[in-house]
């Protein structure tokens, strides 16, 4: 008898199991594979097991979710383009006697429509010379403008646990007081000018969210009816004002229509003269990297992503939940205001009306759920359709596709986008909510068992 024995039986324990020599040999095994020294087969089952998690988390991603919504709605796209493409229709009307006349002309409608629409939207092989042929790529980008700094407004909403339904309003509001600046301030100097005329859109979307946060916050009245009605509010006060001479309407004309933006106002091309690409893209890329940081790298950001996640837990935490409210709704009205601003001072600078905001404010809502309310994916999500707006003039004037069409591919991607479990259904996604057990630790389970 050893003397580990002895000094067992001398105290009066009872012996170990018998199991106890695997377990430890199975921690010792543990041990070296976090030491860098895998032994034996163990190693290949535990890089197998790594290999696995890895493509489960790929495949149970949020973006990879949205790659199949946009998927499906192409798909679905192509559907509506095949049954409205006459050649389609007239060849279909022969299919059992000559098939293959339906499928050709089936690829031709499809394929002639989607390359129309990338030709429209980043590059354009038929145009003479480079200069011409990224055309359509800065109309893209163009049109994304907007909507990026739309949709960043709504996104850190619903970060914070807000529906900000009032893009419409915030944008309108932000439009007349950065075009009131731009023709009704006059002796400033280009930069300067620019400058205040784009402090005044970000204070005006600022202030028309803050109005939903203040009320949110003090009596509890739900941001999305208030916002809402806000919007209709911001619609109406725009037309008094366009209507009225001596605010926003244009000296000498009975159009509700504002003077032109002057030259020191606007914002300048980003590339020159011959593209439409000015530098309220700059302005967007840099409200990416400053709601970035102020997510994942300010206390502030912390205490909106803590009042979104738990507003109690955040409460016992020692936030103050209804200001961390105001100033989130104040923070997502000014970039809002941002895009306000560059409709007038970059887009529409000849005049605007009461249609300044282009339905960017609802745009901005899809932008910011297909982005998964991540700032980068926002970007992402804000060029794409911006290539949907750019693309889709070229789809009807080359292939007669209707532009409806379009939007119809952008509301089913809001709708796939609102059905995840749809989509994961479809493409046998696994679900993120259901955990994964290691095979090592579903074989030391078995054997335990038995």
Do not use: C
């Amino acid at each position: 008898m050893s003397q580990h024995s002895r000094q067992g039986g001398e105290s009066g324990t009872e012996p170990r199991p018998e199991t106890e020599p695997g377990l430890a040999e199975e921690l010792e095994q543990e041990a070296a594979r976090e030491q860098g020294a895998p032994a034996g087969l163990e190693h290949g089952e535990d890089t197998a097991d790594r290999l696995a998690h890895a493509l489960q988390q790929t495949m149970s991603h949020p973006w990879t979710v949205a790659a199949g919504a946009i998927l499906l709605a192409v798909v679905v796209g192509s559907v509506m383009i095949a049954f409205t493409d006459e050649r389609v229709t007239a060849a279909a009307g022969y299919f059992f006697a000559r098939p293959a006349d339906t499928f050709v002309a089936l690829g031709d409608a499809i394929g002639g429509a989607y390359s129309a629409l990338f030709r429209g939207a980043v590059f354009n092989p038929r145009a003479d010379g480079l200069a011409a042929q990224i055309r359509p790529l800065t109309e893209t980008l163009n049109y994304a403008t907007p909507l990026i700094t739309a949709g960043l407004g709504v996104a850190l909403a619903f970060r914070a646990g807000l529906l900000n339904i009032g893009g419409q309003g915030q944008m309108l509001i932000a439009a007349a007081a950065a075009g009131w600046v731009a023709f009704g301030v006059t002796g400033l100097p280009f930069g300067v000018h620019t400058l205040l005329a784009v402090v005044a859109g970000i204070a005006g979307g600022a202030v028309w969210a803050g109005i939903a946060g203040v009320l949110k916050a003090r009596t509890g009245a739900h941001e999305v009816i208030v916002t809402i009605m806000l919007n209709w509010i911001a619609f109406y006060l725009l037309a008094y004002f366009l209507a009225t001479p001596g605010l926003l309407q244009a000296p000498g004309s009975s159009n509700p229509k504002t003077p032109a933006t002057p030259e020191s106002a606007q914002l300048p091309a980003l590339l020159g003269e011959r593209y439409n690409l000015h530098w309220g893209f700059v302005l967007a890329l840099g409200a990416v990297v400053f709601v970035w940081w102020l997510l994942n790298r300010s206390s502030q950001g912390f205490a909106f992503r803590a009042v979104g996640a738990n507003p109690r837990a955040a409460r016992v935490a020692g936030i103050d939940v209804p200001w961390a409210t105001v100033k989130v709704m104040l923070v997502a009205g000014g970039l809002v205001g941002v895009a306000g601003a560059s409709q007038v001072l970059g887009q529409v600078t000849t005049g605007f009306g009461g249609d300044i905001d282009a339905g960017i404010g609802f745009d901005a809502i899809t932008v910011a759920l297909l982005g998964g309310s991540n700032p980068w994916g926002v970007l992402a999500a804000g060029i794409l359709f911006g290539a949907f707006k750019a693309g889709g003039t070229a789809m009807q004037a080359s292939e007669g596709v209707p532009n409806d069409i379009v939007l119809v591919v952008q509301s089913l991607i809001v709708l796939f986008i609102a059905a995840p479990p749809l989509v994961r259904a479809i493409f046998r996604l696994p679900d993120p909510e259901r955990r994964r057990t290691p095979r090592r630790a579903r074989t030391i389970k078995k054997e335990a068992a038995a």
